[in-house]
């Protein structure tokens, strides 16, 4: 590659802005092997300028949206019902409208907290919080042994089984995530279902 430094009038090429003069490129007195390398260089730089701005871009990741939560059940042919009320000990799936990279489920169903030795009084950490045996609510997120259903990516959303265990009304919440390029510039958005009634058979 031809150094700048030798091309004569190099200076008239780049304007006060950093843009290319071309005019003034053109009206260099260069002999033809110079111009070569002159318009590969330029030609170069403008691939290695659009690769830039075309990375940034990618880089911005945006907060996930959740379209809707649906609930479905297997009717007597085997096929997708949908519901509103789930039935106890009856399998059941969450079915969450999203374009979001991750999506979990929180439903609520399962809270167990570890007793104290000798004592009916729950045990609580350094830090006043609950020990769980196990939870799947949202207000537990971040608690060891708190975890909601991971989802998989169906048809119509993302999908994940379920069973209730006892009867009653259960806050469900949706967790929506988009990582990006695997960094730390992730978006993430909590999604409030709201309270699902559990009915019996």
């Known amino acids: 590659m031809l150094p700048w430094s030798k091309i004569r009038g190099i200076d008239l090429i780049w304007d006060k802005k950093s843009k290319i003069n071309w005019q003034a490129l053109m009206d260099l ?9 002159i318009k590969y260089s330029v030609l170069i730089g403008l691939v290695t300028s659009i ?10 990741v945006p907060y ?10 297997s009717d007597i042919d085997g096929n997708d019902s949908l519901i509103t009320q789930p039935t106890v000990n009856m399998p059941m799936k969450f079915v969450v409208d999203t374009e979001a990279d991750i999506a979990s489920v929180w439903p609520g169903g399962e809270r167990r907290i ?3 030795k000798n004592s009916e009084t729950d045990s609580i950490d350094m830090f006043g919080n609950p020990v769980l045996i196990v939870s ?15 989802t998989a ?7 994940a089984a379920y069973t209730y265990k006892t009867a009653g009304e259960f806050d469900v919440t949706v967790l929506a995530t988009n990582h990006g390029y695997q960094g730390f510039d992730y978006k993430q958005i909590v999604y409030d ?4 009634t559990v009915v019996a058979p």
């Open 29 to 37: 007195p260069l002999e033809k092997k110079d111009m070569k390398k």
């Open 51 to 60: 690769t830039f701005f075309s990375c940034l871009e990618e880089d911005i």
């Open 64 to 73: 996930p949206k959740v379209n809707d939560v649906k609930m479905y059940m």
């Open 114 to 116: 570890m007793k104290m």
């Open 136 to 150: 799947d609510r949202y207000q537990d997120y971040g608690l060891v042994k708190a975890r909601g259903l991971t």
């Open 153 to 159: 990516l169906g048809e119509t959303g993302w999908y």
């Open 193 to 196: 279902v709201g309270k699902v």
